[in-house]
């Protein structure tokens, strides 16, 4: 079955540093998304992509979030300064849109920032 | 603001001894009501999708229902192999989700 791919699995950064997550959805999907779980709590939505710009985006997600789809087959989320509340296991899903709800999930990017 | 509330936190069962899940949503514009299955250090693993009380969607040991209120998913003589956090999220028309925090089932043989 296809899958979302997401690297690297785990990232470690300083505090003020730049990451780059990456994300390969899978390859006939249109909408893409991007969550987090900070370690025991809830799954948290931070943004969805579609037809090149954003669709929606949550409170989390601020200035210091970016996303992006440089290609036709990678889409990126980008910290600008990463904060130590940033540690969380990130998570990338797509799906095909309409009337096709079902989420793809990746096995997610855990960011440590210390 | 939209509120996604599951019970209970967390459930032991032996093995064949059925139960329900249950997931309580508050939202302005209900699109879906989705359940998950999450294992540790995994990404969550699309279950069901309900749109409208009253429907109800089955897999395996699996059932989902879903009210105006409330959908819960109910499990059949569960087997070890079940073991894992149950997610429920909600999807609305204004294009945003919310999960509730999960029941961690555990299914001892």
């Known amino acids: 079955e296809p899958e979302v791919t997401q690297t690297p699995s785990h990232q470690v950064t300083q505090m003020g540093q730049e990451v780059i997550l990456r994300c390969v959805p899978i390859?006939?999907?249109?909408?893409f998304y991007w969550y987090r779980q900070i370690l025991g709590q809830k799954v948290e939505f931070l943004v969805s992509f579609y037809n090149n710009e954003i669709s929606e985006k949550s409170e989390i997600f601020d200035d210091q979030f970016s996303v992006e789809r440089p290609d036709g087959s990678n889409f990126t989320l980008k910290i600008r300064s990463t904060k130590l509340e940033d540690s969380a296991m990130y998570f990338c899903?797509?799906?095909?849109?309409?009337?096709?709800?079902?989420?793809?999930f990746g096995s997610g990017t855990q960011l440590s920032v210390l | 603001e939209d509120q996604v509330t599951q019970s209970p936190e967390a459930l032991r069962l032996q093995e064949g001894e059925s139960s329900s899940l249950n997931c309580s949503y508050t939202?302005?514009?209900?699109?879906?009501l989705f359940w998950y299955r999450q294992d540790p250090g995994k990404g969550p693993e699309f279950l069901f999708t309900l749109y409208s009380a009253g429907e109800e969607k089955e897999k395996e040991r699996l059932k989902a229902t879903l009210t105006k209120k409330e959908s819960f998913l109910h499990i059949t003589a569960p087997k070890p192999e079940d073991s894992a956090t149950y997610l429920c999220a909600v999807y609305t028309n204004a294009g945003k989700s919310t999960f509730g925090d999960g029941t961690t089932l555990t299914v001892k043989p």
């Open positions: 939202v302005s514009g209900l699109r879906g």
């Open positions: 899903a797509s799906k095909t849109g309409g009337q096709n709800e079902k989420l793809f």
């Open positions: 390859s006939n999907h249109l909408y």
